[in-house]
């Protein structure tokens, strides 16, 4: 079978208006349907300018962007790629636009056409997703931070979108509020949805396909989480990273000669080796 | 989200009433229909009347009645403000006096008239919102006003705006809560003085609230160009507005009671 590739950034550079320095520099990055990418890199690093290429909110300056095979620069590119991909930013409380959680579910899919029976489906299925269909009929101001940002998710997958971009969607969030969305995540990656995580957080990366490091506005390192939690030429702590405590703790006993093998991904693997 | 506790004005309360399931473009004209008959009205026993009309349909909405008069709360001080002036300062028949000041019989007329009117307006209208999500407030007035949008009138843009305002109350009482926290915790004082030291203790609090509003404004313009929006064209609704038959019956029922109590209440003022 072949891959699919579903955005494209050839050579993409991009300056912010009235800004002389280059936030993005010759980015060439696929992304493949199906896949989990993560994009990591410290505070202005140039995340969340990519993140806004994925959906055309920016085009760039240099270079193209093609997202379903269509370039953003043209009008038409634009439009197809707000339906291509669906971006939930950090803040949950500043993208949710109604006052009752179901209408903001509704909110895209309203925006895109779709006719009212097949929004009432979608909107179902989004809330089931993310977990929410008790709170259907709940005012907004009243969920917590984790409900707030698994709304935001329920409000991008309403617009069935083939791609998901998380633009440090669980900054914000406490560890029970990203507990949830994680398990969401998985619940959609699962079930084929291609998704982009954006983040500085290297834990969050611990079940990725494929990581890329960005620093500076280029990629500097790209390849499997594991590899780059391996941390061989040292590179991380320069670009502002560092790895999660427990494959601190992991490469500490192999080091030492108490265990050996790669670090496992997650905790209750990691239990199981230490003790059979 | 203290604030909120005594903010009643501008939330919907589900019950899934047959008041709640009007189409709220019947009760957005029902309600300006009956704040008209509420400004005609002078006389004691039509404002009895308009009274025992509300209470019906906060019966119908099966809404507490404490929730509905709660409304009021904000403007009470008006209330209360608007009845004193007329009853100290009208000319008139003197009933008695305290020095100065007079009560007279055309003043307490004037009082109890100001309040009851007042206070039967907010209530109405707090009812409308108590009983309609602001999404389908905004849907209703965006239908009423789309004859004029042939004129260039946005109706679109506004019913947007006041979703979003309304959607956003909330969120600001709540910021200004936590900045006004911050300063407090900082040695601010904006409790103490007179009204001119207080409103200069706000400014610190102010300051901050603006610049927090134009971040959140301009976030929530990316995100909702990010879900696809592009004004009012090619939307489509997940509940579309449909005018049925009962929505009919019921501006109708609200349109005559309206009209008997302003005829009724053009007879007594000639008797």
């Known amino acids: 079978m072949t891959e699919k590739v ?271 | 989200m203290r604030f909120l506790n005594h903010l009643t004005l501008g939330q919907y309360v589900p019950t899934g009433s047959v008041v709640h399931k009007t189409d709220p473009r019947a009760k957005i004209l029902a309600t300006l229909s009956i704040l008209t008959g509420v400004f005609l009205a002078d006389q004691w026993q039509v404002f009895a009347l308009w009274a025992a009309f509300l209470t019906i349909v906060v019966v119908m909405s099966r809404l507490p009645l404490s929730m509905v008069l709660r409304t009021a709360r904000p403007v009470i001080f008006l209330v209360v403000f608007t009845a004193v002036i007329h009853l100290l300062f009208s000319q008139g028949t003197p009933i008695f006096r305290f020095g100065i000041l007079k009560v007279t019989e055309e003043g307490l007329r004037m009082a109890f008239k100001m309040g009851s009117r007042l206070f039967l307006l907010v209530i109405f209208a707090g009812t409308l919102t108590l009983t309609t999500s602001p999404t389908e407030l905004a849907d209703g007035l965006e239908h009423l006003l789309s004859p004029l949008k042939p004129l260039g009138f946005p109706a679109h843009e506004m019913a947007m705006m006041m979703t979003i305002a309304i959607r956003f109350i909330p969120t600001l009482l709540d910021e200004t809560d936590r900045i006004m926290k911050a300063q407090l915790a900082r040695g601010a004082d904006l409790d103490s003085g007179g009204i001119i030291k207080r409103l200069r203790a706000f400014i610190p609090v102010l300051v901050p609230l603006f610049v927090i509003v134009f971040q959140r404004a301009e976030e929530l313009a990316i995100a909702m160009e990010s879900r696809n929006y592009k004004g009012g064209a090619g939307r489509t609704r997940m509940n579309p507005l449909v005018w049925r038959s009962r929505d009919s019956v019921a501006f109708l029922t609200v349109l005559v009671v309206t009209v008997f109590l302003v005829f009724l209440n053009s007879r007594m003022s000639l008797v």
């Open chain 1, 6 to 276: 579903i955005v494209s950034f050839e050579n993409v550079s991009y300056t912010y208006p009235g800004s002389g320095k280059f936030a993005l520099k010759g980015i060439n990055l696929e992304v493949i349907e199906g896949e989990w990418l993560a994009v990591l890199g410290a505070n202005g690093s140039g995340k969340s300018t990519l993140a806004r290429h994925f959906n055309a909110l920016l085009v760039p300056t240099q270079g193209a962007c093609l997202v379903g095979g269509s370039d953003t620069r043209t009008v038409e590119g634009q439009r197809f790629a707000r339906e291509m991909a669906a971006i939930v930013f950090q803040n949950p409380e500043n993208q949710i636009v109604a006052a009752i959680v179901e209408e903001d579910v509704a909110f895209g899919p309203e925006n895109l056409g779709v006719p009212p029976e097949e929004i009432k489906r979608r909107v179902e299925r989004a809330l089931k997703e993310t977990g929410l269909t008790d709170l259907a009929g709940k005012p907004t101001y009243a969920l917590s931070g984790g409900q707030k940002q698994r709304l935001a998710v329920a409000g991008a997958i309403a617009m069935q979108p083939p791609c998901l971009v998380l633009d440090e969607a669980t900054s914000m969030l406490d560890p029970s509020g990203r507990q949830e969305l994680q398990q969401v995540l998985w619940r959609l990656h699962s079930e084929g949805m291609t998704l982009v995580s954006i983040t500085h957080r290297m834990e969050e990366i611990l079940r990725c396909d494929r990581c890329v490091v960005l620093n500076g506005g280029s990629i500097v390192w790209e390849g499997s989480p594991l590899v780059l939690f391996r941390d061989e030429d040292q590179r991380l702590g320069q670009w502002g990273l560092e790895i999660p405590p427990l494959v601190a703790v992991w490469k500490g006993l192999v080091e030492s000669g108490i265990i050996s093998g790669e670090a496992p991904p997650v905790l209750e693997e990691m239990v199981s080796a230490l003790c059979p």
